[in-house]
């Protein structure tokens, strides 16, 4: 397994990655917020090489205009990963999912994974659709044994210092970034 943490707005530009292989910045929510601090956060992380995704918080409304919006203000590259955090208890699973199927058809060249709680996962959803990758908020158990029997790429494990921690299901940064860069024909939701 590989480590790395998320950020948003509540934390600092120049936060500390010791120990990290990857980092997913917040990018945006809805279709009216920007994280005035991404391309800060960004920056800090391709310095370090490490392995960059962007996710974007999703709000009750138009998935379609969602979507638009976090890759207008995103403009992911090769090898960025991009994420859906299905939070909000007003968007519901269908549009959780219709979300993931605009994002891989806007970006197919980019990965797509889905960011919930265990609870949403166990008892929102009801079609297993994640994307490319599943990656599930457990700091109920330990690094790499989430609660859940479906197959995870990421697991948000712990919040210290004010970071969210995470590992992924990769046996190294190189792995992470060779999944991260492969550009998939889309087949319609997954």
């Given at each position: 397994m590989i480590h790395g943490i998320d950020v948003s707005s509540h934390q600092r530009k120049n936060y500390p990655i010791g120990g990290s292989d990857f980092v997913f910045?917040?990018?945006?929510?809805?279709?009216?917020?920007?994280?005035?601090k991404w391309m800060a956060q960004r920056d800090r992380a391709e310095r370090?090489?490490?392995?960059?995704?962007?996710?974007?918080?999703?709000?009750?409304?138009?998935?379609?205009?969602?979507v638009d919006y976090f890759l207008g203000e995103a403009q992911p590259r090769?090898?960025?990963m991009l994420a859906?955090?299905?939070?909000?208890p007003?968007?519901?699973?269908?549009?959780?999912?219709?979300?993931?199927?605009?994002?891989?058809?806007?970006?197919?060249?980019?990965?797509v994974v889905l960011y919930c709680n265990r609870d949403y996962w166990l008892h929102r959803d009801t079609t297993s659709r994640a994307g490319d990758g599943?990656?599930?908020?457990?700091?109920?158990?330990?690094?790499?044994?989430?609660?859940?029997?479906?197959?995870?790429?990421?697991?948000q494990y712990s919040s210290a210092d004010g970071l969210d921690r995470n590992v992924g299901r990769f046996v190294d940064r190189a792995a992470l970034s060779a999944w991260a860069s492969e550009a998939k024909t889309r087949r319609g939701p997954r």
């Open positions: 910045v917040k990018v945006s929510e809805g279709t009216s917020y920007t994280n005035p370090k090489g490490l392995v960059v995704g962007f996710y974007h918080y999703v709000t009750p409304g138009s998935m379609a205009a969602q090769a090898g960025h859906l955090d299905w939070e909000d007003g968007v519901s699973c269908k549009d959780k999912d219709r979300w993931i199927a605009e994002a891989r058809s806007a970006a197919p060249g980019h990965r599943l990656w599930i908020a457990d700091p109920d158990h330990p690094a790499g044994h989430p609660a859940i029997e479906h197959p995870w790429t990421f697991h």
